[in-house]
């Protein structure tokens, strides 16, 4: 019999699984989007507020985002507390550009509100961390929908989410689809 033929066999095997297993093998997430805490807890959002969705939370007194590390929150000036809304859940994005350039994925989600459309994203990688909460100006929030992976629109124009690498962080910015 001839052994070399398995022995091949069952090392391109081995190869095959090594080479799946480093490409989709990721360190493990610090504090996945699904594992947030539903808490204002440490921060200056009022306790009478109501999570939307871990990081946006809603008073009579105003929209509040929390940081990705439950520490801090910001008011969001003009918000409205009425109609704002999750437009998509706080999403991980992490193409193999952003995880070498940037040491980690980003996360992000759309909100609206009566007035404006709004861009929210935090990162925690091992190099930075940061959040931010941008308004997307030229979309109509009140017909803001998520149209794909990364992609979404106001029914007459469709945005994707870009990003930009700086010297020490990274940003994902709304531009034309």
Not at 163 to 176: D, N, R, V
């Amino acid at each position: 019999m001839n052994w070399k033929l398995p022995a091949g066999i069952l090392a391109a095997v081995l190869i095959i699984a090594l080479l799946g297993w480093l490409v989709y093998t990721r360190p493990a997430k610090e504090e996945a989007p699904e594992q947030i805490i539903q808490s204002a807890e440490g921060t200056n959002i009022p306790e009478t507020a109501t999570s939307l969705d871990g990081y946006a939370f809603v008073d009579e007194s105003g929209v509040y985002l929390r940081s990705a590390f439950g520490t801090s929150s910001v008011q969001i000036p003009d918000a409205d507390p009425e109609t704002f809304r999750v437009v998509s859940p706080i999403t991980e994005y992490g193409s193999q550009e952003i995880l070498d350039f940037c040491k980690g994925p980003g996360n992000y989600g759309l909100y609206a509100d009566k007035k404006k459309a709004y861009l929210f994203q935090f990162w925690k990688t091992e190099t930075f961390a940061k959040t931010k909460i941008e308004v997307l100006k030229g979309l109509n929030p009140d017909s803001l929908t998520v149209t794909g992976p990364q992609t979404f629109g106001d029914g007459v124009q469709n945005m994707a989410l870009g990003y930009e690498f700086a010297t020490t962080t990274c940003t994902f910015i709304a531009e034309p689809a």
